[in-house]
């Protein structure tokens, strides 16, 4: 299985929101355990609205093996540059769809295909009533 986790407010505690841009404080309490925990079992990336690398380097600083690179490894290996219209990796885009490697980290600011997406702002979706009601205003 492929597990997406959301950066702020679900590994950096990201209490003041996000202030200047840079990543200013630790982690929430328990999100390195239960990271490692996860990356035990499954493939595991980190999304993020931030750059890629600024993620990486403060993963790093927890001992994370973290990569930002999305390229296609069908299409990237040989001399080839161009990626392939048929390529079953990439699709022709050149960059993964897919993320499947356990034990090491991707941070991206792509939506990759995961079986559960862990984040703090998420609505849960049943079917369109429900959330209507749940984004609802509330108090007016």
């Keep these: 299985m492929t597990i997406a986790v959301d ?6 505690a990201y209490s003041r929101g996000w202030a200047d ?15 490692r ?4 079992q499954d493939a595991v990336f980190i999304f993020t609205t931030r750059e890629p690398e600024q993620v990486m380097t403060w993963l790093q600083h927890y001992d994370f093996d973290v990569t930002t690179d999305e390229r296609c490894s069908i299409c990237s290996r040989g ?14 885009s050149g960059l993964i769809t897919f993320w499947n490697p356990r034990g090491q980290l991707l941070a991206t600011n ?12 998420a609505v849960h979706f049943t079917n369109w009533d429900q959330a209507l009601t ?3 205003p509330r108090g007016h």
């Design 79 to 92: 001399s080839e540059q161009t990626p392939a219209p048929d390529c079953r990796g990439c699709k022709g």
């Design 134 to 136: 749940d984004l609802a």
């Design 37 to 40: 925990q996860l990356m035990e």
């Design 110 to 121: 792509r939506k990759l295909a995961a079986v559960a997406y862990l984040d703090d702002r």
């Design 21 to 35: 841009g840079t990543i200013y404080d630790p982690p929430m309490p328990g999100a390195i355990t239960g990271l």
């Design 7 to 12: 950066f702020d407010g679900v590994i950096h």
